[in-house]
């Protein structure tokens, strides 16, 4: 019998969401354990003394914060792994932005413990995955940790996004819109997902029920988190952009859009650019290489627009267009152990070139058209 590489749906054991959840931790460690070593951002360590490790301590259970060092590295993964250690910790709590989370993550897999994870902001939907990115002391990239299972419990309390700064949750929007689009064209292609297994069909249902909930809620929940106000809206963006677009993309895949956002990184003035910035030009690009039909793409643009995000090179805080420089932009995007190969026909980094400068010339047009 011939083998064949399996289709897989990848997920967070438990995913919770809601008001209030940050005084509730203790209602999720007791499944886990009854010592809580808590990883939290320096700009949460107050509240999380006050509120998380007091319920703790309320309910019986031990726990102890400790402020993140900003950086995701092998150090600090180490430091904070014999802390826990020495404290007698049988589960990791991450509290704070993308870094936090995965030293979390890392430090949970090293030392072998449960890990329940509480995203700050909805910048990504990096929570939910099964993978953390490691950097060296200076703060450049350095390796991908993939991890061989999911986080526990991915904990998303609502009132607490709601006052992260606009910008960042924006950002997660773009990210999650691309979700459906990649995960599309690789269910077409029969391409590799992020756990280098085939796609699924749940995934790329996942996607599309992410994609959906972007769409009729973008309005409201744009109005709630600019207000800072937890509203049902924002709890159903908030769903799509950290749980359906993180399982969506690890379980459907990823195409066009990530590889032109990893391509953008060689471009010093995009350095500023959050990461949902970048993969939204990404997927207008990908529109534009697969001729999507016209109603998708201004379905696409309109939530750019209510979003608050770049759609061109311009916004994203490109001075100057140089040939050069973005023709080397689609060479990296084209690498062969990229995302790229998910498309369902292929493409040449000519064709990445060229498909960019076109979806630059469209999200001017869509500008121009739709001033004030």
């Given at each position: 019998?011939?083998?064949?590489?399996?289709?897989?749906?990848?997920?967070?054991?438990?995913?919770?969401?809601?008001?209030?959840?940050?005084?509730?931790?203790?209602?999720?460690?007791?499944?886990?354990?009854?010592?809580?070593?808590?990883?939290?951002?320096?700009?949460?360590?107050?509240?999380?003394?006050?509120?998380?490790?007091?319920?703790?301590?309320?309910?019986?259970?031990?726990?102890?914060?400790?402020?993140?060092?900003?950086?995701?590295?092998?150090?600090?993964?180490?430091?904070?792994?014999e802390l826990a250690k020495k404290q007698g910790a049988n589960v990791i709590v991450g509290i704070g932005g993308g870094k936090t989370l995965d030293t979390s993550k890392a430090v949970a897999h090293y030392y072998k413990l449960p890990i329940i994870l509480y995203?700050?902001?909805?910048?990504?939907?990096?929570?939910c995955i099964a993978l953390a990115v490691i950097y060296t002391e200076s703060g450049e990239f350095d390796r991908y940790l993939f991890l061989p299972q999911n986080p526990d419990v991915v904990v998303a309390d609502t009132s607490v996004i709601a006052g992260a700064?606009?910008?960042?949750?924006?950002?997660?929007?773009?990210?999650?819109?691309?979700?459906?689009?990649?995960?599309?064209?690789?269910?077409?292609?029969?391409?590799?997902?992020?756990?280098?297994?085939?796609?699924?069909?749940?995934?790329?249902?996942?996607?599309?029920?992410?994609?959906?909930?972007?769409?009729?809620?973008?309005?409201?929940?744009?109005?709630?988190?600019?207000?800072?106000?937890?509203?049902?809206?924002?709890?159903?963006?908030?769903?799509?952009?950290?749980?359906?677009?993180?399982?969506?993309?690890?379980?459907?895949?990823?195409?066009?859009?990530?590889?032109?956002?990893?391509?953008?990184?060689?471009?010093?003035?995009?350095?500023?650019?959050?990461?949902?910035?970048?993969?939204?030009?990404?997927?207008?690009?990908?529109?534009?290489?697969?001729?999507?039909?016209?109603?998708?793409?201004?379905?696409?643009?309109?939530?750019?627009?209510?979003?608050?995000?770049?759609?061109?090179?311009?916004?994203?805080?490109?001075?100057?267009?140089?040939?050069?420089?973005?023709?080397?932009?689609?060479?990296?995007?084209?690498?062969?152990?990229?995302?790229?190969?998910?498309?369902?026909?292929?493409?040449?980094?000519?064709?990445?070139?060229?498909?960019?400068?076109?979806?630059?010339?469209?999200?001017?047009?869509?500008?121009?058209?739709?001033?004030?």
């Amino acid at each position: 019998m011939v083998e064949t590489t399996p289709r897989t749906v990848a997920s967070p054991k438990k995913f919770v969401i809601g008001t209030g959840l940050l005084a509730q931790l203790h209602d999720v460690v007791k499944d886990f354990g009854d010592n809580a070593f808590i990883i939290s951002d320096e700009f949460f360590i107050e509240r999380v003394q006050k509120e998380s490790v007091a319920g703790l301590e309320k309910a019986g259970l031990k726990g102890k914060a400790e402020k993140f060092n900003r950086e995701c590295t092998d150090a600090e993964i180490k430091r904070l792994g014999e802390l826990a250690k020495k404290q007698g910790a049988n589960v990791i709590v991450g509290i704070g932005g993308g870094k936090t989370l995965d030293t979390s993550k890392a430090v949970a897999h090293y030392y072998k413990l449960p890990i329940i994870l509480y995203p700050t902001i909805a910048s990504t939907d990096a929570p939910c995955i099964a993978l953390a990115v490691i950097y060296t002391e200076s703060g450049e990239f350095d390796r991908y940790l993939f991890l061989p299972q999911n986080p526990d419990v991915v904990v998303a309390d609502t009132s607490v996004i709601a006052g992260a700064p606009v910008r960042f949750f924006a950002a997660g929007i773009g990210d999650a819109l691309s979700t459906y689009f990649e995960a599309r064209a690789c269910h077409q292609a029969d391409g590799m997902n992020l756990s280098c297994k085939r796609p699924s069909r749940t995934g790329l249902g996942l996607a599309r029920m992410c994609y959906d909930l972007v769409c009729k809620n973008v309005d409201l929940a744009m109005d709630a988190v600019r207000n800072k106000v937890p509203t049902r809206a924002l709890e159903e963006m908030v769903e799509a952009t950290i749980y359906l677009s993180g399982t969506g993309a690890e379980t459907g895949g990823l195409a066009a859009a990530h590889a032109v956002h990893n391509g953008m990184t060689a471009i010093e003035d995009l350095h500023h650019a959050q990461h949902g910035e970048k993969v939204v030009f990404g997927l207008m690009t990908q529109l534009v290489l697969e001729n999507a039909p016209k109603e998708e793409i201004e379905e696409v643009l309109r939530v750019v627009r209510v979003a608050g995000l770049p759609m061109t090179l311009k916004e994203l805080g490109v001075k100057e267009f140089v040939e050069a420089d973005w023709r080397k932009v689609a060479e990296i995007a084209c690498d062969k152990n990229d995302t790229m190969g998910n498309l369902p026909f292929k493409v040449t980094p000519d064709d990445v070139y060229h498909a960019m400068v076109a979806a630059n010339a469209l999200g001017e047009r869509y500008r121009a058209e739709h001033q004030g």
